[in-house]
């Protein structure tokens, strides 16, 4: 797992003493997810698509909540799913929908780094 200490928040370093940053921070990084959206990747999808169900069910009371500034809570998760692929040698390109999520409606496309 990558340790959230690597994480940057810029403008989210509000949310980072909630449990919602750090429980999403741990599922995100949970090497299962990390090859999921590698493998989502890899078919040209956005890196979120092949966990916005459980994302979405998991933290609804999050990407839900009024206790955040808009939509900070979905844009976050976006926010750390882009570091954690950097962290692995992927760069965002553009970005795609996400057409049956009911929160997250669009997320980064990735390539991996090719030197």
Request: hydrophobic share 45%; charged share 25%; proline share 3%.
């Amino acid at each position: 797992m990558i340790d959230i200490k690597q994480y940057k928040p810029g403008r989210f370093a509000y949310m980072m003493g909630k449990p919602f940053a750090v429980d999403a921070w741990a599922f995100l990084t949970e090497q299962d997810h990390i090859l999921a959206m590698g493998n989502a990747i890899a078919k040209g999808r956005p890196a979120i698509e092949p966990l916005i169900a459980d994302i979405e069910t998991r933290f609804e009371e999050h990407l839900t909540s009024k206790e955040y500034h808009d939509d900070d809570a979905c844009v976050l998760v976006n926010n750390m799913i882009l570091q954690i692929l950097e962290l692995r040698g992927f760069r965002h390109v553009s970005c795609g929908l996400c057409a049956h999520a009911r929160f997250i409606k669009q997320s980064g496309i990735y390539k991996k780094v090719t030197d």
